[in-house]
């Protein structure tokens, strides 16, 4: 008998077989877009885009205060 698997794990091309049926999530990913955050205050079009959940929310350069989700409507 031969082990097969212990084979595969040496290989990195192994990764591509099960990696096959989440090609269609690289194209779907384009539909999340980074969050858009906005100061609150209404007349302020300080604007920012959170690309990564590891930033931190910034506060506006103007008003001093912490930007807010900006909830779009699609
Ligand atoms: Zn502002």
Redesign the pocket.
Same mark, same amino acid.
């Given at each position: 008998m031969v082990i097969a698997s212990s084979a595969e794990q040496n290989h990195p091309g192994a990764a591509q077989l099960p990696n096959d049926s989440y090609t269609p999530l690289v194209g779907s990913e384009s539909r999340v877009e980074s969050p858009r955050y906005r100061?609150p !205050?209404a007349s @302020?079009h300080?604007t920012w885009y959170r690309h990564s959940s590891d930033e931190d929310i910034p506060h @506006?350069p103007?008003?001093d !205060?912490v930007m807010i989700r900006d909830s779009k409507v699609h």
């Open positions: 100061c !205050v @302020c300080q @506006c103007i008003h !205060v």
